[in-house]
Protein backbone atom coordinates (compact mmCIF):
# COMPACT_ATOMS: atom_id res chain seq x y z
CA UNK A 1 0.00 0.00 0.00
CA UNK A 2 2.67 2.17 0.58
CA UNK A 3 3.86 2.30 -2.97
CA UNK A 4 0.93 4.26 -3.95
CA UNK A 5 2.76 7.69 -2.67
CA UNK A 6 5.43 9.73 -3.82
CA UNK A 7 8.17 10.56 -1.50
CA UNK A 8 6.63 14.09 -1.31
CA UNK A 9 2.55 12.60 -0.89
CA UNK A 10 3.92 10.42 2.33
CA UNK A 11 2.68 12.22 5.46
CA UNK A 12 -0.25 13.28 3.53
CA UNK A 13 -1.02 9.67 2.80
CA UNK A 14 -0.32 8.66 6.75
CA UNK A 15 -2.69 11.26 7.56
CA UNK A 16 -5.09 9.98 5.51
CA UNK A 17 -4.59 6.03 6.91
CA UNK A 18 -4.44 7.71 10.51
CA UNK A 19 -7.93 8.82 10.55
CA UNK A 20 -9.26 5.24 8.85
CA UNK A 21 -7.33 3.52 11.59
CA UNK A 22 -8.96 5.21 14.06
CA UNK A 23 -12.22 4.69 13.30
CA UNK A 24 -13.35 1.07 14.27
CA UNK A 25 -14.80 -0.70 11.27
CA UNK A 26 -11.39 0.09 9.39
CA UNK A 27 -9.37 -1.58 12.28
CA UNK A 28 -11.08 -4.43 11.96
CA UNK A 29 -11.69 -4.20 8.22
CA UNK A 30 -9.59 -7.16 5.89
CA UNK A 31 -6.79 -4.22 5.20
CA UNK A 32 -7.13 -2.99 9.00
CA UNK A 33 -3.69 -4.87 9.62
CA UNK A 34 -1.54 -3.58 6.72
CA UNK A 35 -2.72 0.04 7.75
CA UNK A 36 -1.62 -0.43 11.19
CA UNK A 37 2.00 -1.89 10.00
CA UNK A 38 2.15 1.08 7.46
CA UNK A 39 1.42 3.36 10.39
CA UNK A 40 3.82 1.38 13.22
CA UNK A 41 6.77 2.04 10.25
CA UNK A 42 5.74 5.40 10.06
CA UNK A 43 5.81 6.12 13.57
CA UNK A 44 9.33 6.04 12.88
CA UNK A 45 9.85 7.56 9.63
CA UNK A 46 12.85 9.87 9.80
CA UNK A 47 10.41 12.67 8.42
CA UNK A 48 9.01 14.88 11.86
CA UNK A 49 5.75 15.19 9.47
CA UNK A 50 5.36 12.17 8.70
CA UNK A 51 5.61 10.76 12.73
CA UNK A 52 3.67 13.73 13.14
CA UNK A 53 0.51 12.13 11.01
CA UNK A 54 1.11 8.86 12.49
CA UNK A 55 1.26 9.70 15.93
CA UNK A 56 -2.76 10.49 15.67
CA UNK A 57 -3.50 6.81 15.71
CA UNK A 58 -0.55 5.76 18.11
CA UNK A 59 -2.88 5.30 20.80
CA UNK A 60 -5.32 2.53 18.46
CA UNK A 61 -2.53 0.86 16.75
CA UNK A 62 -2.59 -0.29 20.77
CA UNK A 63 -6.54 -0.93 20.81
CA UNK A 64 -6.51 -4.28 22.54
CA UNK A 65 -3.35 -3.96 24.95
CA UNK A 66 -4.81 -2.85 28.72
CA UNK A 67 -4.58 0.91 29.43
CA UNK A 68 -0.89 -0.28 31.38
CA UNK A 69 0.78 -1.60 28.33
CA UNK A 70 -0.86 1.11 26.42
CA UNK A 71 0.95 3.72 28.13
CA UNK A 72 4.56 1.82 28.44
CA UNK A 73 4.49 1.63 24.38
CA UNK A 74 3.45 5.06 23.94
CA UNK A 75 5.59 5.94 26.33
CA UNK A 76 8.71 4.32 24.47
CA UNK A 77 7.63 6.62 21.29
CA UNK A 78 6.99 9.59 23.88
CA UNK A 79 10.93 9.97 25.32
CA UNK A 80 12.61 9.33 22.22
CA UNK A 81 10.83 11.72 19.73
CA UNK A 82 12.54 14.77 18.94
CA UNK A 83 10.05 16.25 17.78
CA UNK A 84 7.95 18.99 20.19
CA UNK A 85 4.64 19.10 18.26
CA UNK A 86 4.82 15.07 17.24
CA UNK A 87 5.42 14.93 21.26
CA UNK A 88 1.91 17.14 22.03
CA UNK A 89 -0.02 14.42 20.22
CA UNK A 90 1.50 11.51 22.04
CA UNK A 91 0.97 13.36 25.25
CA UNK A 92 -2.80 14.00 24.63
CA UNK A 93 -3.22 10.07 23.79
CA UNK A 94 -2.06 10.15 27.75
CA UNK A 95 -4.93 12.34 29.29
CA UNK A 96 -7.22 10.11 28.17
CA UNK A 97 -5.47 7.05 29.73
CA UNK A 98 -3.62 8.23 32.62
CA UNK A 99 -6.94 7.39 34.77
CA UNK A 100 -5.55 3.50 34.04
CA UNK A 101 -2.53 3.78 33.80
CA UNK A 102 -1.21 6.11 36.91
CA UNK A 103 2.13 4.38 37.83
CA UNK A 104 3.33 3.79 33.58
CA UNK A 105 2.24 7.67 33.03
CA UNK A 106 4.02 8.93 36.59
CA UNK A 107 7.52 6.61 35.08
CA UNK A 108 7.26 8.14 31.94
CA UNK A 109 6.95 11.57 32.60
CA UNK A 110 9.90 11.31 35.02
CA UNK A 111 11.83 9.83 32.12
CA UNK A 112 10.19 12.97 29.29
CA UNK A 113 11.04 15.87 32.06
CA UNK A 114 14.98 14.21 31.96
CA UNK A 115 15.09 14.32 28.42
CA UNK A 116 13.44 17.71 27.63
CA UNK A 117 13.52 21.40 27.99
CA UNK A 118 10.34 21.85 30.25
CA UNK A 119 8.55 25.09 29.59
CA UNK A 120 5.48 25.57 31.41
CA UNK A 121 3.88 28.15 28.62
CA UNK A 122 4.35 26.16 25.78
CA UNK A 123 1.23 23.61 24.27
CA UNK A 124 3.57 20.91 25.61
CA UNK A 125 4.20 22.39 28.61
CA UNK A 126 0.43 23.05 29.76
CA UNK A 127 0.02 19.55 28.78
CA UNK A 128 2.56 17.99 31.35
CA UNK A 129 1.40 20.28 33.83
CA UNK A 130 -2.21 19.17 33.87
CA UNK A 131 -1.20 15.21 33.44
CA UNK A 132 1.22 16.02 36.52
CA UNK A 133 -1.45 17.47 38.18
CA UNK A 134 -3.80 15.04 38.10
CA UNK A 135 -1.68 12.38 39.02
CA UNK A 136 -0.42 14.35 42.27
CA UNK A 137 -3.69 15.69 43.01
CA UNK A 138 -5.74 12.29 42.29
CA UNK A 139 -3.37 9.44 42.72
CA UNK A 140 -0.56 11.00 44.51
CA UNK A 141 2.31 9.08 42.24
CA UNK A 142 5.84 9.88 43.58
CA UNK A 143 7.14 11.65 40.70
CA UNK A 144 4.31 14.00 40.39
CA UNK A 145 3.61 14.67 43.80
CA UNK A 146 7.82 15.20 44.35
CA UNK A 147 7.79 17.67 41.56
CA UNK A 148 4.49 19.78 42.23
CA UNK A 149 5.76 19.79 45.88
CA UNK A 150 8.94 21.20 44.89
CA UNK A 151 7.31 23.46 42.36
CA UNK A 152 5.26 25.65 44.81
CA UNK A 153 8.00 24.79 48.20
CA UNK A 154 10.07 26.85 45.81
CA UNK A 155 7.15 29.03 44.16
CA UNK A 156 9.33 32.36 43.17
CA UNK A 157 11.79 30.04 41.34
CA UNK A 158 9.00 28.71 39.38
CA UNK A 159 6.55 31.50 39.31
CA UNK A 160 5.36 30.61 35.23
CA UNK A 161 5.14 27.10 36.62
CA UNK A 162 2.80 27.23 39.84
CA UNK A 163 0.89 29.65 37.69
CA UNK A 164 -0.14 27.44 35.13
CA UNK A 165 -0.80 24.24 37.65
CA UNK A 166 -2.81 26.80 39.82
CA UNK A 167 -4.75 26.89 36.58
CA UNK A 168 -4.63 22.70 36.08
CA UNK A 169 -5.61 23.00 39.53
CA UNK A 170 -9.15 25.06 39.64
CA UNK A 171 -11.29 21.86 38.81
CA UNK A 172 -10.46 20.15 41.98
CA UNK A 173 -11.23 23.01 43.85
CA UNK A 174 -14.19 23.05 43.07
CA UNK A 175 -16.82 22.68 45.59
CA UNK A 176 -19.12 19.93 43.71
CA UNK A 177 -16.02 17.78 44.40
CA UNK A 178 -14.06 16.84 46.59
CA UNK A 179 -11.39 14.42 44.94
CA UNK A 180 -8.18 16.43 45.16
CA UNK A 181 -9.51 19.19 46.50
CA UNK A 182 -7.66 19.54 50.27
CA UNK A 183 -4.33 18.18 48.16
CA UNK A 184 -5.08 21.29 45.80
CA UNK A 185 -5.65 23.58 48.75
CA UNK A 186 -2.26 22.59 50.39
CA UNK A 187 -0.19 22.89 47.58
CA UNK A 188 -1.83 25.91 46.41
CA UNK A 189 -1.56 27.54 50.07
CA UNK A 190 2.15 26.07 50.25
CA UNK A 191 3.09 28.36 47.10
CA UNK A 192 0.91 31.29 48.79
CA UNK A 193 3.33 31.08 51.54
CA UNK A 194 6.48 31.29 49.92
CA UNK A 195 4.95 34.64 47.88
CA UNK A 196 4.34 35.90 51.71
CA UNK A 197 7.37 34.66 52.87
CA UNK A 198 9.02 36.71 50.08
CA UNK A 199 6.97 39.68 50.18
CA UNK A 200 7.17 39.93 54.13
CA UNK A 201 11.31 39.40 53.52
CA UNK A 202 11.53 42.45 51.48
CA UNK A 203 9.14 44.64 51.65
CA UNK A 204 9.84 46.51 54.87
CA UNK A 205 13.48 47.39 53.12
CA UNK A 206 13.87 50.72 53.19
CA UNK A 207 15.60 50.67 49.66
CA UNK A 208 15.38 48.09 47.17
CA UNK A 209 17.19 46.81 44.20
CA UNK A 210 15.63 46.09 40.94
CA UNK A 211 16.23 42.54 41.48
CA UNK A 212 14.07 42.49 45.27
CA UNK A 213 11.37 44.58 43.01
CA UNK A 214 11.11 41.93 40.21
CA UNK A 215 10.93 39.33 43.51
CA UNK A 216 8.27 41.71 44.96
CA UNK A 217 5.93 42.00 41.79
CA UNK A 218 6.56 38.52 41.23
CA UNK A 219 5.18 37.33 44.51
CA UNK A 220 2.19 39.67 44.36
CA UNK A 221 1.00 38.23 40.54
CA UNK A 222 1.16 34.75 41.92
CA UNK A 223 -0.43 35.43 44.76
CA UNK A 224 -3.05 36.87 42.66
CA UNK A 225 -3.48 33.99 40.34
CA UNK A 226 -3.79 31.42 43.03
CA UNK A 227 -6.85 33.94 44.63
CA UNK A 228 -8.36 34.29 41.45
CA UNK A 229 -8.38 30.70 40.43
CA UNK A 230 -10.05 30.02 43.78
CA UNK A 231 -12.30 32.71 43.10
CA UNK A 232 -13.43 30.80 39.79
CA UNK A 233 -13.59 27.79 41.49
CA UNK A 234 -15.80 28.90 44.35
CA UNK A 235 -19.01 30.14 41.60
CA UNK A 236 -18.33 33.32 42.77
CA UNK A 237 -17.60 34.39 38.84
CA UNK A 238 -20.92 33.32 37.45
CA UNK A 239 -22.76 34.72 40.75
CA UNK A 240 -21.16 38.04 40.05
CA UNK A 241 -21.95 37.54 35.90
CA UNK A 242 -25.70 36.91 36.41
CA UNK A 243 -28.48 38.99 38.61
CA UNK A 244 -30.03 36.30 40.35
CA UNK A 245 -27.09 34.17 40.11
CA UNK A 246 -26.18 30.87 42.16
CA UNK A 247 -25.64 31.29 45.86
CA UNK A 248 -23.63 28.75 47.83
CA UNK A 249 -25.22 25.77 49.04
CA UNK A 250 -24.21 22.72 51.76
CA UNK A 251 -21.63 21.79 49.49
CA UNK A 252 -19.70 24.80 49.68
CA UNK A 253 -18.97 24.45 53.59
CA UNK A 254 -16.04 22.63 53.16
CA UNK A 255 -14.48 24.50 50.30
CA UNK A 256 -14.86 27.54 52.46
CA UNK A 257 -13.14 25.79 55.10
CA UNK A 258 -10.15 25.41 52.67
CA UNK A 259 -10.58 28.46 51.14
CA UNK A 260 -10.37 31.15 54.13
CA UNK A 261 -7.02 30.44 55.46
CA UNK A 262 -5.86 30.31 51.62
CA UNK A 263 -7.34 33.35 50.97
CA UNK A 264 -5.91 34.91 53.63
CA UNK A 265 -2.54 33.91 53.01
CA UNK A 266 -3.17 35.94 49.49
CA UNK A 267 -4.26 39.18 51.25
CA UNK A 268 -1.23 39.14 53.53
CA UNK A 269 0.28 40.79 49.98
CA UNK A 270 -1.64 44.03 49.80
CA UNK A 271 -1.88 43.98 46.32
CA UNK A 272 -5.69 45.21 44.98
CA UNK A 273 -5.97 42.32 42.63
CA UNK A 274 -4.95 39.72 44.78
CA UNK A 275 -7.68 41.47 47.42
CA UNK A 276 -10.55 41.95 45.32
CA UNK A 277 -10.58 37.85 44.26
CA UNK A 278 -10.47 37.32 47.95
CA UNK A 279 -12.79 39.62 48.93
CA UNK A 280 -15.30 38.93 45.39
CA UNK A 281 -14.86 34.73 46.93
CA UNK A 282 -15.65 35.94 50.69
CA UNK A 283 -18.85 37.85 49.84
CA UNK A 284 -20.10 34.47 47.70
CA UNK A 285 -19.46 32.36 50.69
CA UNK A 286 -20.87 34.62 52.97
CA UNK A 287 -24.17 33.38 53.78
CA UNK A 288 -22.88 30.38 54.96
CA UNK A 289 -20.77 32.27 57.85
CA UNK A 290 -21.57 35.69 57.93
CA UNK A 291 -19.81 36.68 60.89
CA UNK A 292 -16.99 34.82 59.81
CA UNK A 293 -16.64 36.49 56.20
CA UNK A 294 -17.36 39.83 57.90
CA UNK A 295 -14.12 39.36 59.72
CA UNK A 296 -12.02 38.20 56.87
CA UNK A 297 -12.74 40.82 54.78
CA UNK A 298 -12.30 43.30 57.21
CA UNK A 299 -8.60 41.85 57.65
CA UNK A 300 -8.29 41.33 53.89
CA UNK A 301 -8.57 45.41 53.10
CA UNK A 302 -6.14 47.38 54.86
CA UNK A 303 -6.53 51.41 55.67
CA UNK A 304 -5.20 53.59 53.09
CA UNK A 305 -5.22 50.99 50.83
CA UNK A 306 -5.57 51.54 46.77
CA UNK A 307 -8.08 48.92 46.89
CA UNK A 308 -10.46 51.16 48.95
CA UNK A 309 -10.17 53.98 46.03
CA UNK A 310 -11.16 52.14 43.16
CA UNK A 311 -14.92 52.95 42.49
CA UNK A 312 -16.28 49.15 41.34
CA UNK A 313 -15.01 47.53 43.97
CA UNK A 314 -16.13 50.01 46.62
CA UNK A 315 -19.57 49.88 45.24
CA UNK A 316 -18.95 45.98 45.37
CA UNK A 317 -18.23 46.07 49.02
CA UNK A 318 -20.82 49.15 50.12
CA UNK A 319 -23.65 46.64 48.49
CA UNK A 320 -22.22 43.64 50.83
CA UNK A 321 -22.17 46.30 54.03
CA UNK A 322 -25.76 47.82 52.91
CA UNK A 323 -26.95 43.87 52.99
CA UNK A 324 -25.86 43.27 56.19
CA UNK A 325 -27.67 46.34 57.26
CA UNK A 326 -31.06 45.49 55.80
CA UNK A 327 -30.86 41.98 56.57
CA UNK A 328 -28.46 41.19 59.62
CA UNK A 329 -28.58 44.04 61.83
CA UNK A 330 -27.98 42.20 64.99
CA UNK A 331 -24.99 40.63 64.05
CA UNK A 332 -23.15 43.77 63.93
CA UNK A 333 -24.90 44.78 67.25
CA UNK A 334 -24.45 41.23 69.46
CA UNK A 335 -20.94 41.18 68.69
CA UNK A 336 -17.85 43.60 69.31
CA UNK A 337 -15.48 42.07 66.58
CA UNK A 338 -17.78 41.99 64.06
CA UNK A 339 -18.63 45.58 64.64
CA UNK A 340 -15.50 46.68 65.03
CA UNK A 341 -14.68 44.43 61.03
CA UNK A 342 -18.39 46.29 60.00
CA UNK A 343 -16.59 49.47 61.37
CA UNK A 344 -13.26 48.95 60.10
CA UNK A 345 -14.54 48.58 56.68
CA UNK A 346 -16.79 51.49 56.57
CA UNK A 347 -13.96 53.71 57.28
CA UNK A 348 -11.82 52.70 54.64
CA UNK A 349 -13.89 53.30 51.88
CA UNK A 350 -14.82 56.37 53.85
CA UNK A 351 -11.53 57.69 53.97
CA UNK A 352 -11.36 57.04 50.32
CA UNK A 353 -14.08 59.35 49.25
CA UNK A 354 -16.68 56.31 48.88
CA UNK A 355 -20.12 58.46 48.73
CA UNK A 356 -22.16 55.27 49.46
CA UNK A 357 -19.48 54.50 52.77
CA UNK A 358 -19.35 58.19 53.66
CA UNK A 359 -23.59 58.17 53.56
CA UNK A 360 -23.68 55.04 55.83
CA UNK A 361 -20.76 56.62 58.11
CA UNK A 362 -23.13 59.87 58.62
CA UNK A 363 -25.98 57.19 59.82
CA UNK A 364 -23.97 54.47 61.89
CA UNK A 365 -24.76 55.86 65.35
CA UNK A 366 -28.63 55.06 64.08
CA UNK A 367 -27.33 51.76 62.46
CA UNK A 368 -26.42 50.90 66.05
CA UNK A 369 -29.43 52.53 67.73
Known amino acids: MSAMWSSGMRDTGIQGLAALFIRADWRESPTGAEIGSILSAALHDNSPLVRMQAAHAAKALHHNNDLAATATALGD ?6 NSATRLILLHHFTQITYGASSETDAILRQLLEHIDFSPRTDEGRVIAGLLTFLALIHRTPFASKTIERWCGEAMANADTVEIFAQ ?3 DYLSPASDEG ?9 LAAQSCQDTWTRH ?4 ETSPHVQTELQRAAELAHDIAQQVYFASGAYNSDQQ ?7 PEHAAFAELAYPLLATCTAIPNP ?3 HAAVETLIFLAPLDEPRALQAIAKAIPRHSMYASDTITGNDVMSYLDRLVSENRQLILDNSDNAKAFAHLLACFAAAGNSRALTLAYTFAEVFR
Open 273 to 275: QSI
Open 168 to 170: CAR
Open 77 to 82: LLVTEA
Open 203 to 206: SSAA
Open 243 to 249: AAGPKPG
Open 181 to 189: RSEAFRLLT
